[in-house]
């Protein structure tokens, strides 16, 4: 009886000490786990911003053209009979190009000369008359009436000649006409005509194009406010002094290779094009070799130098509406979004010129679903860590 009444005693003893611990473990768990889960603070890692000097590239779309391009037009009507070039080929100043049926030319300066002939015969035998009639006048043999209309004779076969030298002068420009020379040197276009083809000094459409590429310029547009920072950035009272401080520009072609001889600004539009609020540069380049050639096009970019400004890693902001932000952590390690101005990129950090201060610090990377207010572990940055080193370039 007492063995049957321990070993009840024994059961119920082990099962409350089975449920208290069942209890406990329950009860303290919980409460454990809740207060870790509230007080749970993410940690993220943070930079301070640094002031630092670096070299801005910005890039402006480009359209380059030889120094001196030239429409070749024929000045007279006629058959073209000679094409003595071929398109691209190089051509020096005074070679001929084409050549125009010239047999009507020939003839209409034989007949000018004929003219001419005649004319100063005419001047001739007015010329006598007048001085055939000097001594008669003299000694009133004859009327002074006479003599005045000798000398008006005269005078009128003097403009005659001097007309048909003229027109000797003329027909043998005409026939120079027939015979097109190169103007300039240079590289040939398109040759739209044939041999054959009948051409006009008043056709719309030019034989070819004369390009002098020895030199290339590349015409592109920057915006206005551009502008202001460009006017701002280099030193000088004038658009010419300044232009003269702006240091060697470089050119990247289609391809994205860099163009190996670096060029020079030298010349801006005197207005603003209303339509697209921008204002037209030109940069000249070398062009020795004739690598370039008119309609290609490229990319000019040009350095500024910002010294003490401040720079955040690209991948450090976020996008939103067109504006870019940061997340800045403020004394008791809170977060809040703020705006950054960005004058430009350099290799991966932005440029900002408003938003930021030296100082201030910024959470690196984790902020994609950080509200603002959010209390955060923040976890410097070590300075050998890539954020750091772009940081400071």
Not at 37 to 51: D, G, N, R, T
């Amino acid at each position: 009886m007492l063995k049957r009444i321990g070993k009840r005693a024994g059961r119920l003893a082990l099962g409350v000490t089975i449920l208290s611990l069942s209890l406990s473990g329950c009860g303290g768990g919980g409460g454990k786990g809740g207060a870790g889960a509230q007080q749970q603070v993410p940690s993220l890692p943070v930079m301070k911003i640094e002031s630092s000097s670096t070299v801005v590239a910005k890039q402006y779309s480009a359209l380059l053209e030889g120094v001196v391009t030239v429409e070749v037009r024929p000045q007279v009507d006629g058959t073209l009979q000679e094409i003595a070039v071929d398109e691209g080929a190089f051509v020096k100043s005074g070679q001929l190009l084409f050549g125009i049926d010239d047999r009507v030319y020939r003839e209409d300066l034989k007949s000018a000369v004929a003219a001419q002939s005649a004319a100063k015969a005419a001047l001739e035998v007015a010329g006598i008359e007048v001085e055939r009639l000097r001594p008669l006048v003299k000694n009133k043999v004859v009327s002074q009436i006479q003599l005045k209309q000798a000398l008006a004779n005269h005078r009128s076969a003097k403009a005659s000649l001097e007309q048909a030298e003229a027109a000797v002068q003329r027909a043998r420009i005409n026939l120079d006409y027939t015979r097109i020379k190169a103007p300039v040197d240079g590289y040939i276009g398109d040759i739209p005509f044939r041999i054959g083809s009948l051409v006009s000094n008043n056709q719309a459409e030019q034989l070819t194009t004369l390009t002098d590429v020895h030199e290339m310029r590349a015409y592109f547009s920057m915006s206005e406010i551009d502008f202001v920072r460009f006017k701002q950035q280099f030193p000088g009272s004038s658009i010419e002094e300044k232009l003269a401080a702006v240091p060697p520009v470089t050119l990247l072609l289609a391809d994205g290779s860099r163009y190996p001889s670096e060029g020079r600004l030298d010349a801006v539009s005197g207005q603003f094009d209303r339509s697209t609020a921008s204002v037209m540069f030109r940069a000249t380049f070398p062009n020795a070799d004739g690598m370039l050639r008119s309609g290609n096009t490229g990319k000019v970019s040009i350095a500024n130098r910002y010294d003490n400004v401040v720079q955040v890693p690209q991948a450090s902001t976020a996008d939103l509406q067109d504006r870019i932000f940061v997340f800045k952590v403020s004394e008791d390690n809170s977060v809040s979004r703020a705006p950054i101005t960005v004058v430009g990129k350099s290799n991966s950090n932005y440029v900002v010129s408003d938003g930021l201060e030296e100082g201030d610090m910024i959470v690196v990377s984790g902020f994609s679903r950080l509200p603002d207010g959010t209390v955060i572990d923040p976890q410097p940055l070590e300075e050998g860590s890539p954020d750091r080193k772009e940081q400071h370039r």
